[in-house]
């Protein structure tokens, strides 16, 4: 097969832009991809975030002027990494300027943002367009997929997606731009790890009609520029309770994004408990995945019990790893592209996409209810 060559552009080469550059040099680790990505251009308003991309000798164009990246006719698909108040502004000017975005969560500050988001793609419609969430992609959260999707765990009874750190746990940590509201957004942690948490329910159909919710801002103030103490008005914690009306009956569904979860180091959570069966995994234990059933467990009798299965290298798109080696964080990156690119180009098929822009935009409704729901203390509906 012979791959088409696809122009990459970053706007924004901070961690993630710099993780984003890393995983395109893994290409070749995918089989049989019918795309060829080339990292072509890099913006970054900070010329020294600009010198890594330096050590990448497909990168022909450095900028400081994202106009300058997106007039540059070797670009084809634009990823933007920048903070939460700059989305809107550039992703509607990457659809604009006729090229495809793969956007990062939380895919505008708020509401308003992302349906302005989708005003531009609606004028442009031939941009695609996809929203970053990678966690889905690891092998295991994979098999749990696919375990939900055989109806093996029969009607649910339950179901916890939740996405964990600890970062914020030093409260001699500076300020940073995902501490206040006016960068972040209101939702705070849930702009943050929501698209993350909400990517998998969302996709199987579990959306709640109403929920309500709990918020903490554990740490209200941090050290800022100068030492002195700065106000940090986001919501650190947030959990969700909804009711989820699926084919065979209501679920409690319960999502979980925190930055204060001590113990946890980005941890991706998905479990659903059934009546006949359950899965669970966890990124703390990357190849692990648990298996609910019942047993005739020899000299004790008929038993339900937790099976753990180790879910190996492989996901959504094969690769070269041995299928019985380890994953991680950049696999799961990845694979992403390789679902994104595969997509662009027709050729994902019934393969697990990448979140979609009418998915990130229905994490923002679930977040106003939730913040709404976080301040009455009461079961707030959804806005479809
Ligand atoms: N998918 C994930 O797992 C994941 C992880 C972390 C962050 N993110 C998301 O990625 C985005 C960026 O987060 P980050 O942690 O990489 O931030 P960061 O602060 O490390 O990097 C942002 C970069 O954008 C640059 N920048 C700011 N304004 C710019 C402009 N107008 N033009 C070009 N560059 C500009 C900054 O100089 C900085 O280098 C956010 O939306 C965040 O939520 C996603």
């Known amino acids: 097969m012979t791959a088409q060559n696809v122009g990459i552009g970053i706007i924004g080469g901070g961690l993630m832009g710099r993780e984003i550059a890393a995983a395109i040099q893994r290409w070749p680790a995918l089989v049989d991809h019918p795309v060829r990505p080339r990292l072509t251009a890099v913006c970054d308003i900070n010329p020294a975030a600009l010198s890594w991309f330096d050590q990448i000798d497909t990168v022909s164009q450095t900028t400081t002027d994202y106009a300058e990246l997106l007039s540059n006719p070797d670009v084809d698909v634009v990823y933007v990494a920048v903070r939460h108040d700059l989305h809107e502004q550039i992703y509607t000017d990457v659809i604009r300027a006729g090229k495809d975005l793969l956007a990062e969560k939380p895919f505008g500050i708020d509401t308003k943002a992302s349906d302005l988001i989708l005003s531009a793609l609606a004028e442009h419609p031939e941009s695609f367009v996809r929203c970053s ?3 889905p992609f690891f092998p295991g959260a994979q098999r749990a997929i696919d375990y939900v999707r ?15 750190h600890s970062s914020d746990l030093d409260e001699s940590k ?3 731009w995902k501490r206040q509201a006016k960068y972040c957004g209101e939702a705070g942690v849930m702009n943050d790890l929501g698209m993350h948490a909400w990517h998998v329910p969302l996709r199987l159909g579990w959306e709640p009609e109403s929920l309500t919710a709990v918020l903490q801002n554990l740490v209200p103030q941090r050290p800022g520029p100068t030492g002195e103490l700065e106000e940090c008005d986001t919501w650190e914690n947030a959990t969700v309770w909804g009711w989820v009306d699926g084919p065979d009956g209501r679920f409690p ?9 001590p113990g946890n180091k980005n941890t991706w959570v998905f479990e659903v408990i059934g009546k006949t069966g359950g899965v669970r995994f966890a990124t703390s234990n990357p190849k692990r995945v648990e298996v609910l059933s019942v047993a005739d467990v020899p000299g004790v009798g008929r038993e339900q019990g937790w099976t753990a299965i180790e879910a190996g290298s492989q996901s959504v798109w094969p690769t070269v790893t041995g299928g019985i080696f380890e994953t991680g964080f950049s696999d799961a990156i990845l694979q992403m592209w390789a679902v ?7 050729e994902l098929g019934d393969r697990f996409g990448a979140a979609t822009p009418q998915e990130a935009a229905r994490t923002h409704r679930l ?5 709404a729901a976080g301040e009455s203390g009461r079961w707030t509906s959804v806005i479809r």
């Open 174 to 176: 500076p300020i940073n």
């Open 150 to 164: 055989s109806g093996a765990a029969g009607p649910i009874i339950e179901v916890r997606s939740a996405f964990l």
């Open 367 to 371: 977040y106003d209810a939730a913040l």
């Open 133 to 135: 969430s990678e966690m």
């Open 340 to 346: 994104y690119l595969a997509e662009r180009s027709g």
């Open 253 to 261: 569904l319960t999502v979980e994004t925190k930055r204060i979860a």
